[in-house]
Nanobody
Framework: QVQLVESGGGLVQAGGSLRLSCAASGRTFSNYFMGWFRQAPGKEREFVAR????????YYTDSVKGRFTISRDNAKNTVYLQMNSLRPEDTAGYYC????????????WGQGTQVTVSS
């Protein structure tokens, strides 16, 4: 198993930036595909970004392309989500997820960190 702990959320004005971190422990971090998801009140959880094991391949949902960057540091067992040009519609709980085999992210989730963007 792998345990995931997110941090870095907070309150920011529209146009501002935040960097989320997700620290992993328990298993070899570099064996896991990693992803970020978010869930706004009253809405379903949605995919935000994902990264492969080495960090050489990334993918984003359309609404964050060009504004968010996912990266990982396998030496530090951490995945990041750099969020720039934040918008009020980015307000949500942000969750990281891990999967040893694919991008399904069915088993390993963190507890989430709240991001609130004021207009």
């Amino acid at each position: 198993q792998v345990q995931l702990v997110e941090s870095g959320g907070g309150l920011v004005q529209a146009g501002g930036s935040l960097r989320l971190s997700c620290a992993a422990s328990g298993r070899t971090f570099s064996n896991y595909f990693m992803g970020w998801f978010r869930q706004a009140p009253g809405k379903e959880r949605e995919f935000v970004a994902r990264i492969n094991r080495s960090g050489s391949s990334t993918y984003y949902t359309d609404s964050v392309k060009g504004r968010f960057t996912i990266s990982r540091d396998n030496a530090k067992n951490t995945v990041y989500l750099q969020m720039n040009s934040l918008r009020p519609e980015d307000t949500a709980g942000y969750y990281c997820a891990a999967d040893p085999n694919s991008y399904r992210f069915s088993n390993y989730w963190g507890q989430g960190t709240q991001v609130t963007v004021s207009s």
